[in-house]
């Protein structure tokens, strides 16, 4: 049963080329979530809150928010509305009913696979980076090395993201992971540089 659905969904998923745009939404999604946490991560330091259970809350709410609504409802009904507007088209074309064909079952089937990756971009990655502060919470580590590590983590999934993308356009592997990883430094930087100037400032 697994065997034949998986056989068929790759079937379908090689039919609707899906692969590209899902892959695609998976790296960007996964981008933006880890930036997200690493602005929650600085923010939060920079009010100098001790509390781990603010981190971990706040970072839950951006990837409940960013994943489920945006990640995956968001991604379904742009992706459905794209579908069924190819198999209108294609009804126009050969005057005939196709919601029972394989062209029917592409626009239902499909805008539920791409949501999927989109939403697993927001969600993974990012969690990841929050567990330094679960183990803060257990008593294993303390905040400041729990924040420490979490940015370290977000760095290092950086890379990862970005010598994926190196493979998929034969790129250098390490060139194009510190490309990413630069993006991440530079979000730091800024960060920093604005926090100074409304210290400065006020």
């Known amino acids: 049963m697994v065997f034949k659905y998986t ?56 990837i409940v928010t960013m ?6 409802m968001g991604t379904y009904m742009s992706e459905k509305a794209e579908r069924l507007k190819e198999l209108k088209h294609i009804e126009r074309s050969v005057l005939a009913d196709l919601d029972n064909s394989v062209y029917g079952e592409v626009a239902r089937v499909i805008p539920l696979y791409v949501a999927f990756w989109s939403l697993l971009g927001v969600v993974f990655f990012p969690a990841i980076s929050l567990l330094p502060y679960v183990a803060c919470m257990l008593g294993v580590l303390n905040i400041m090395s729990a924040t420490l590590m979490s940015i370290i983590i977000i760095h290092a999934l950086l890379f990862t993201l970005g010598a994926y993308l190196g493979k998929i356009s034969e790129e250098p592997l390490i ?14 930087i800024l960060f920093l540089m604005l926090r100074t100037y409304i210290l400065y400032i006020s």
């Open 175 to 188: 060139k194009s992971g510190l490309k990413m990883v630069l993006i991440g430094c530079i979000a730091t």
């Open 7 to 62: 056989t068929k969904m790759k079937r379908l998923v090689r039919i609707a080329k899906a692969e590209e745009v899902s892959r695609r939404l998976f790296v960007t999604n996964s981008l933006d979530g880890l930036l997200s946490i690493l602005g929650i991560v600085l923010g939060i330091l920079a009010m100098n809150i001790k509390d781990p259970t603010a981190y971990v809350g706040a970072g839950l709410g951006g």
């Open 67 to 72: 994943g489920f609504f945006s990640g995956f």
